[in-house]
């Protein structure tokens, strides 16, 4: 690099480009695996789930461009094109507006109405109020309905008297406790 400098001057210390190796697709390709896949994983056969793993994407390119990328390969290629990982939206492919539509208009409006009558909260458990709560339930037999509400409503007591545990629920939604300015 010394004589190099003493050569050619700053001149050789320039940037030759980035390193790595070059994209192995021609330049059309990437325009067509972009388009391939806005189509989604369903069509190209995985229905089971609606989420382009990097895995799939490999397996794509190698179908379409008889191209063999390794997983990282195939992360650089994706993010050189313009995609990043996201975290998908958890919303069911089955999932049916028009059938939720009508639910929101009557049962929901009622919920909400009587829930701002009497001042209460109204709260979706999730996977992890629900894995907190069913600590204990393992062992228990209840006879009835009523006596298995009596134990979810004692352990979402308990949930309730845990500030700090009610802060970690919360702050997976992004809601807070605090209320809304006027």
Known sequence: MA?????????ALASGGPGGAACRLGEQQPAR????LDLGPAAYGWR???????????????????????????SYLLH?????????????????????APWR???????????AATGAWICFGDEGVWANMKNGLGNLAPCNADQLAA??????KRIQYRPALIGRFLAQTG?????EPP
């Open 33 to 36: 695996l972009r388009a391939a």
């Open 48 to 74: 089971e789930d609606q989420r382009w793993t990097l895995a799939r994407v490999a397996t794509l390119i190698g179908r379409l461009f008889h191209i063999r990328y390794t997983l990282r390969g195939t």
């Open 105 to 115: 208009a009557t049962a929901w409006v009622t919920v909400r109405g009587l829930a």
């Open 151 to 156: 134990v979810v409503r004692n352990r979402l």
């Open 175 to 179: 809601l807070s406790l605090e209320p």
């Open 3 to 11: 004589a190099a400098l003493r050569a050619d001057g700053p001149a």
């Open 80 to 100: 050189r094109i313009g995609f990043s990982p996201q975290v998908p939206a958890h919303r069911a492919a089955e999932r049916d507006e028009a059938a939720i």
